[in-house]
């Protein structure tokens, strides 16, 4: 199958945010949503041949996000922002914007974890939504006797500008490297789409500077995401085990002597079962000949090895907690 172009991933992205039910025939996208796309394929230059072309590569609304996923940055950036545009644009009068659906929502969230870049979001969000709105009004525009081409083009370098800006100012050079490697990669692809990239003799600079710095700040990272799994696993174990020692303590372990089944731990004979043995509280009982509590005569009970505490009857402590003292 052939990919698509970069601004055929840019359409399809916010065309797909106009059909939420997840199969291309569930048409719900109202004309003001098409409407978006239809004035972004006149930026692009992009006839419905083309469009539909690109449209008919995939199954569902969602495949082409797949493709997304490693392409320059500005693509990421447009076709996230765009799709958030007509997503929106069924809610712009109500009283309350950011009412997307559930499956609107699912879909946003889908380009968020293709293109990986919400990191910058903050930074680049108002220059990203006054690009989107160049873009829709190019048609307006042009039918008023501009050419919004250039302010546009001006627009998505400078939007790229600040999405570098903004990896560094969060010394995230790993994502800074990744990121111009792939204006590289669609060099001319972008070119024959945004014009030349007028900041890239800076980056290329720039990146041969930063290569060592970079790659010691990849190992860093590396050896700090190992010794945090490290952390986590130990602590994982540490709160197993814990959990294992409670468990423990509520199970009774019965012994008999002389006919007398009782607990070692809480004194308590068979009828106790079903309620937690108390081993935390440190008692340790064998049997052992002693006084009847009302009474003079003599008959085995439970008595703690340690502090001498007597279970009568095989009743074991369920109220007062107390606990075992060493005589
Ligand atoms: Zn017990
Ligand atoms: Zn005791």
């Known amino acids: 199958m052939e990919n698509s172009k970069i601004d055929e991933l840019i359409c399809l992205t916010a065309w797909s945010a106009a059909f939420m039910d997840g199969q291309k025939d569930g048409s719900k996208a109202t ?24 449209y008919d590569r995939y199954k569902t609304y969602s ?10 940055p500005i693509t990421k950036i447009v076709a996230r922002y765009s799709a958030l545009k007509v997503a929106f644009k069924e809610n712009e009068d ?17 380009i968020d974890d293709s293109i990986n870049i919400k990191i910058v979001y903050n930074d680049i969000k108002d220059e990203a939504y006054k690009l989107l709105d160049l873009i829709i009004n190019y048609e307006k525009e042009k039918l008023d006797g501009y050419n919004p081409d250039s302010q546009i083009i001006v627009n998505i370098w400078y939007l790229l ?8 100012k ?3 050079f790993d994502v800074w490297e990744e990121n111009y490697l792939a204006l590289i990669k669609y060099k001319s692809e972008m070119q024959d789409v945004f014009g030349e990239n007028p900041f890239l003799k800076e980056f290329d600079e ?13 190992k860093e ?44 731990y809480c004194g308590g ?25 009302f009474g003079f005569d003599y008959s085995f009970q439970p008595v703690c090895n340690n502090c001498g505490d007597i279970r009568h009857y095989c009743q074991p402590d369920n109220k007062y907690e107390f606990k075992c003292k060493v005589k």
């Open 206 to 218: 720039k990146y041969k500077k930063q290569k060592p710095l970079i790659s010691n700040f990849k």
């Open 221 to 264: 990272k590396l050896a700090k995401e190992k010794q945090l799994a490290k952390e986590k696993a130990e602590e994982e174990k540490q709160l197993a085990k814990e959990k294992a020692e409670l468990e423990k303590n509520k199970t009774h372990e019965y012994s008999v002597s002389n006919g007398i089944h009782y607990c070692k």
């Open 31 to 54: 004309e003001d949503e098409k409407n978006i796309v239809r004035a972004m394929r006149a930026f692009f230059k992009m006839d419905a041949d083309r469009f539909n072309t690109a």
């Open 161 to 168: 500008r600040e999405f570098f800006n903004s990896l560094e």
């Open 269 to 293: 004979d068979e009828k106790w079962r079903q309620f937690d043995c108390k081993r935390e509280l440190g008692h340790k009982y064998t049997l052992r000949r002693v006084q009847n509590k």
């Open 63 to 72: 495949d082409h996000l797949i493709e997304l996923q490693d392409k320059d």
């Open 94 to 110: 109500g009283a309350d914007k950011s009412n997307l659906s559930d499956k609107e929502w699912e879909y946003i969230k889908k």
């Open 170 to 172: 969060n010394n995230l």
